[in-house]
């Protein structure tokens, strides 16, 4: 974060506040951190960019909180705070690494530095479309969404906590600044405004109307809608919608105040058109004229904009989700719900996605209209002027009946299109519930955790919801295939491989007449059909569509993008399951490469790929190579707290399962303990994977001599496994097999003992 808002120099507060002098010098050290220059600074903090010497070396930045604000209270509300941002883990979100307390008990946090600059400036930098800025913009609809999910409302969203990096698959913005105002009720930096009786927290020009103060129902996660609405309005018109710092410095606060609550913005299209000279820069940052832009604007896009920007939030979006599927159906040429759909409007995008065939129609219609009128022009030389006064009284007749119809049917057509667009939006936002809610609760059911679990119960509510799909009266391609991907994966976890592979067929099938040529939707597709083809044994298939899968990759310039680590990731596990580890680890290397330099070496997402690889390396008998990468793999997950806890426990398990294949038993039985209470921890007592880490624990203490433990244990899981799977189950008579070696090699200590004795 090293370039801000030219806003945020300006300060929007009434009463005096904290003195804003830096209270550090570049080359202080906090903790770990050695403060570089200082890039932000406000009334609670100081934000600087910090070199980080150990356990890794990178740059990050501080934020500081200011003396007066490091009371016992809003120290407890960041630490909240802090664990809250340690949930979210999206690519466009900057992550929170470290927080903590300096030498004089000033609490601080430490976040990932973004080296880029607010998405407006970039956008006009760059000088994007306005089809790449909606695109630019709907991944930060992802960012918020994410947020959201995870219970934190942004409540200052605007292009300075919007930063863009280039990279090679194309812009990305990072959100950042998550929940400080949240976290710090008492914050008054340069833009919370404060009156003797109100507090409100957020940047005015980017403020929704309930957060100004006035009882309007609470604040909830619509007000990021809100501040979204005004961003997408900057981003295509240049300007905001409204002139606040203008009404504060001329009219006064409650002035300023009253705009926010009630005044109505001028649609893009109309701000662009009124622009005069200015208009012609702002098209010129577009690539296009203003009269092109005006156009471009005019319909969806300014339907989309104002309602996002309603003051009663009850008529916004509900989600920037949803407001990020309406430009998606703007950008696609399908009706958005923003508009209510009039047959005039249906009929336009018909002829935008029809174009070809409707100018044929048009032209033959043409003709036949050309050959009309000039008949009609030679019969009324040939009528005489009486004939001709009788036919037009007679026309004036039949022209007011046809229009008193006409006015009949629009009546009935408007009813019917506003019957249609209440009936479109209901079952959008409810097909847009069910994807979320479904997302939410089948993502969560991992390998592990349904291991040895009746599933039956899951199963018929999975399949009762893909009837749904097909049941549904308003059906949309788009949300359609993000459901069945989360079935298809809720079945591999499930360990059928093979109707994850009917579902994405049947998803690919369906969606790919609707899809662009190299749509990344339709990419992620197949690579998870690769997916379920290699899981399932299915291995020329999987060989043949990853051929096909890696030069469309390439050609979407995805050569660093996670469709490349995901096709690389499973052509080496399909290398290593036909025994050609070579190429295994080829793959797996360069995998690992590309998380490196794409998400960093310490990244939770940079870890998974390390494990990836070191099972490969195990498996081809490198055991060395195989514990480093799993030691490092490890190593990451420990420091980092916000990982995924089933990632963190699989890496463990890994390194103790890898350390005992080598023999260091007695300087890792810690670890082994650590292995089995973390499963405990995550799974419960009595279910499998608890079960075989407990196993695992049994073997690390037969080797360092510890039998009767190690006898305890494994008589545990011979106990467990009958109860899940019977006693005559494979896993129950192997695990008493076991039991039976370790009581054999007890009593054959004991015998060894006692002829030494004698």
């Given at each position: 974060m090293n370039e801000r808002d030219p806003h945020d120099s300006e300060s929007a507060t009434l009463p005096s506040q904290p003195d804003a002098r830096p209270q550090e010098s570049a080359g202080d050290r906090i903790d770990r951190y050695t403060l570089i220059e200082q890039i932000g600074s406000g009334g609670f903090g100081s934000v600087w960019r910090a070199r980080q010497t150990e356990p890794v070396r990178r740059d990050v930045a501080l934020k500081i909180l200011k003396l007066g604000m490091d009371t016992e209270e809003v120290v407890r509300r960041f630490a909240a705070e802090r664990q809250a941002l340690a949930l979210m883990d999206h690519p466009f979100i900057a992550k929170v690494h470290d927080g903590g307390a300096t030498a004089a008990g000033r609490p601080y946090f430490v976040m990932e530095f973004v080296d880029g600059v607010p998405i407006t400036k970039y956008c006009d930098d760059e000088r994007l479309g306005v089809r790449?800025?909606?695109?630019?913009?709907?991944?930060?609809?992802?960012?918020?969404?994410?947020?959201?999910?995870?219970?934190?409302?942004?409540?200052?969203?605007?292009?300075?906590?919007?930063?863009?990096?280039?990279?090679?698959?194309?812009?990305?913005?990072?959100?950042?600044?998550?929940?400080?105002?949240?976290?710090?009720?008492?914050?008054?930096?340069?833009?919370t405004l404060v009156t003797g009786e109100l507090q409100m927290i957020g940047t005015p020009e980017y403020m929704a109307p309930e957060q100004t103060g006035v009882d309007v129902g609470g604040i909830d996660t619509r007000v990021d809608v809100y501040s979204l609405g005004v961003l997408l309005y900057e981003l295509l018109t240049g300007a905001q919608?409204?002139?606040?710092?203008?009404?504060?410095?001329?009219?006064?606060?409650?002035?300023?105040?009253?705009r926010i609550r009630e005044a109505e913005p001028t649609r893009p299209s109309t701000r662009i058109a009124s622009a005069g000279d200015s208009g012609i820069f702002v098209a010129s940052m577009r690539r296009v004229g203003p009269m092109q832009l005006q156009s471009e604007l005019r319909g969806d896009l300014d339907w989309i904009v104002l309602k996002a920007l309603e003051k009663d939030r009850e008529r916004r979006y509900e989600t920037p989700a949803a407001l990020a599927q309406d430009v998606r159906n703007h950008l696609d040429h399908r009706p958005v719900v923003a508009m209510p759909p009039s047959r005039a409007y249906l009929v336009s995008k018909f002829v935008r996605r029809n174009r070809i065939q409707v100018i044929g129609a048009l032209a033959l219609f043409g003709v036949l209209v050309v050959g009309v009128i000039g008949t009609g022009w030679g019969l009324a030389w040939a009528l005489d002027e009486q004939d001709r006064a009788e036919r037009a009284a007679e026309s004036v007749g039949e022209a007011k009946d046809a229009a008193l119809a006409l006015v009949d049917e629009l009546e009935l057509a408007r009813d019917e299109a506003e019957q249609q667009r209440d009936r479109y939006q209901r079952e959008y936002l409810r097909a847009l519930e069910a994807k979320f809610l479904i997302t939410d609760m089948f993502q969560a059911v991992d390998p592990i955790s349904v291991d040895g679990a009746d599933t039956s119960l899951l199963r018929r509510v999975l399949e009762r919801a893909e009837r749904s799909i097909v049941e549904r009266e308003a059906r949309d391609p788009w949300v359609d295939v993000e459901l069945r991907s989360v079935f298809a994966a809720t079945y591999a976890n499930f360990g059928d491989h093979e109707r994850a592979r009917e579902i994405l067929e049947t998803a690919i099938a369906d969606f790919a007449p609707h899809a662009e040529e190299r749509d990344a939707t339709l990419l992620d597709l197949r690579i998870e059909l690769a997916s379920a083809m290699v899981l399932g044994g299915a291995y020329e298939d999987a060989e043949e569509l990853l051929a096909r899968i890696l030069p469309e990759v390439v050609a979407s310039g995805g050569g660093e993008s996670r469709a490349m680590m995901r096709t690389l990731e499973l052509r080496a596990e399909l290398a290593a399951r036909t025994g050609r580890m070579r190429a295994a680890l080829a793959d797996g290397g360069r995998a690992l490469e590309l998380h490196r330099s794409v998400y960093g070496d310490t990244s939770s997402r940079?870890?998974?790929?390390?494990?990836?690889?070191?099972?490969?390396?195990?498996?081809?008998?490198?055991?060395?190579?195989?514990?480093?990468?799993?030691?490092?793999?490890?190593?990451?997950?420990a420091r980092n707290l916000k990982s995924d806890p089933i990632w963190a426990f699989e890496a463990l398990e890994r390194l103790v399962l890898i350390r005992a294949r080598l023999g260091h038993f007695a300087a890792n039985l810690p670890l082994a303990d650590a292995y089995v209470d973390e499963a405990e921890r995550l799974f419960g007592a009595d279910r499998p994977a608890t079960l075989r880490a407990r196993a695992v624990l049994a073997t690390y203490y037969a080797e360092v001599g510890s039998h009767v433990p190690a006898m305890q244990f494994q008589s545990d899981v011979v106990d467990g496994f009958a109860r899940i799977y019977g006693i005559d189950a494979a896993p129950t008579v192997a695990a008493r097999e076991r039991l039976a070696a370790l009581v054999e090699a007890a009593e054959a200590w004991i015998d060894g003992a006692d002829a030494s004795g004698r």
């Open positions: 790449e800025r909606l695109e630019l913009f709907t991944k930060v609809c992802a960012a918020l969404q994410h947020a959201h999910a995870k219970g934190v409302v942004h409540r200052d969203v605007k292009p300075s906590n919007v930063l863009v990096t280039s990279t090679e698959s194309g812009p990305e913005p990072k959100v950042i600044d998550f929940g400080i105002a949240k976290a710090l009720e008492a914050d008054l930096s340069e833009h919608p409204f002139d606040l710092r203008g009404a504060l410095l001329d009219l006064g606060f409650h002035e300023m105040l009253r940079t870890a998974v790929a390390m494990g990836r690889l070191s099972g490969w390396y195990e498996l081809d008998g490198r055991l060395e190579r195989a514990e480093e990468l799993a030691t490092e793999s490890h190593a990451i997950f």
